[in-house]
């Protein structure tokens, strides 16, 4: 059984990092087409896709966000963090980790319970 | 603006069909790309529906069906029931922009 948990701060201040980890479970991100990544939620509006890193340590970022990401793995711990800087009360929302089909063209198939960040001073 | 285009709200009565559609372009669904599916009811995080432009995860109910045609694809439900009403969202790849996008959500009412 998949399972996904985020974690991380609640409340971050403008400018500051923020950094969330990814705990999973029931699967290795060491086999090939495995990949774990992270999607937000701002309250009440759509899904966005933030980043993807594979199996073996391919890493894809969205285009509008890349130059303030950074997604790396610890498979040893069955981890994966997202570090998002210079954060900004726009970047307040629901950050779900998900869990990449390895047989789809990146569907998600499983689904953290996210975490709510609210970014304010 | 989502890349992918959604009707912003669905409606139909129990038992009824509705469809949801999602429009793209031809550096998403019309250069091939599969379209995904995903349901969120209220209060939850999303749940994977429909992959590959029409195949079913286990345990998800057959009235659930996904097709796939040039730079469109669409969502059917049949036999509407009242648990069916929440958010639904398409996503698909962009190769112009190298990674995942999604449609802006359709909010299905059960009359």
């Known amino acids: 059984q998949i399972t996904l948990k985020e974690s991380g701060p609640t409340l971050v201040k403008p400018t500051q990092t923020l950094t969330l980890t990814c705990t999973f479970s029931g699967f290795s991100l060491s086999i090939s087409g495995v990949g774990v990544g992270w999607i937000r939620q701002p309250p009440g509006k759509a899904l966005e896709w933030l980043a993807l890193?594979?199996?073996?340590?391919?890493?894809r970022y969205s285009p509008s966000l890349k130059s303030r990401l950074t997604i790396t793995k610890d498979t040893s711990k069955n981890q994966v963090v997202l570090t998002m800087a210079n954060m900004d009360p726009v970047d307040t929302a629901t950050y779900y980790c998900?869990?990449?089909?390895?047989?789809?063209?990146?569907?998600?198939?499983?689904w953290g319970q996210g975490t709510m960040v609210t970014v304010s001073s | 603006q989502s890349v992918l285009t959604q009707p912003p709200s669905v409606s139909g009565a129990p038992g009824q069909r509705v469809t949801i559609s999602c429009t793209g372009s031809?550096?998403?669904?019309?250069?091939?790309?599969?379209v995904h599916w995903y349901q969120q009811l209220p209060g939850t995080a999303p749940k994977l529906l429909i992959f590959g432009n029409s195949n079913r995860p286990s345990g998800v109910p057959d009235r659930f069906s996904g097709s796939k045609s040039g730079t469109s694809a669409t969502l059917a439900i049949t036999g509407l029931q009242a648990e069916d009403e929440a958010d639904y969202y398409c996503?698909?790849?962009?190769?112009?922009?190298?990674?995942?996008?999604f449609g802006g959500g359709t909010k299905l009412t059960v009359l």
């Open positions: 996503q698909s790849y962009d190769s112009s922009l190298s990674g995942s996008i």
């Open positions: 031809s550096s998403n669904i019309g250069a091939g790309y599969d």
């Open positions: 890193i594979f199996w073996d340590d391919d890493k």
């Open positions: 998900v869990h990449r089909h390895p047989d789809t063209s990146d569907a998600f198939d499983m």
